[in-house]
């Protein structure tokens, strides 16, 4: 019973951290954009939504691949932050290296195409970036 009281309580901390990273995160990713993330989704803005989701869904993959691999909180944590500071990068990369297409401009207008596109990259470099750390 002893090792079960702990296993919860190590799982509440792990989700009390993911959350933390999800809000900071969900923060960072906001202010990179140009366009408002909450006013487009609740425009019904499914580009939008699509994005910002595989932006928590990238963090979330990250965290877990962390904590798969260490059992330090502060771990966790630190890694979690590089993990939004390289998702924000590759933001940046991603927009500078397609100049014809002005991302923030497309997700704004709802262009699904964009969004999948950016999903895929935000998701493939993020299981790269947990097996890196793991």
């Known amino acids: ?3 079960l009281g702990m296993n919860l309580v190590n799982v509440a901390v792990g989700i009390g951290i993911l959350l933390v990273v999800l809000i900071v995160g969900y923060f960072a ?16 803005n499914e580009a939008a939504g699509m994005y910002m989701g595989s932006k928590l869904l990238g963090l979330c993959i990250i965290v877990g691949m962390v904590s ?14 590089i993990g939004i500071i390289i998702l924000c ?5 991603f927009d500078f290296l397609t100049p014809k297409i002005r991302v923030c401009d497309e997700i704004a207008r709802g262009n699904m195409a964009v969004a999948q596109v950016l999903r895929s990259v935000i998701i493939g470099v993020s299981i790269v970036i947990g097996t890196f750390l793991m």
């Open 89 to 93: 990068l590759v933001y940046i990369i």
């Open 1 to 3: 019973m002893e090792k």
């Open 68 to 81: 798969f691999s260490t059992h330090a909180w502060l771990d966790m944590l630190l890694w979690s932050a």
């Open 29 to 44: 990713f906001s202010k990179l954009t140009r366009y408002n993330d909450s006013e487009e989704m609740a425009k019904g």
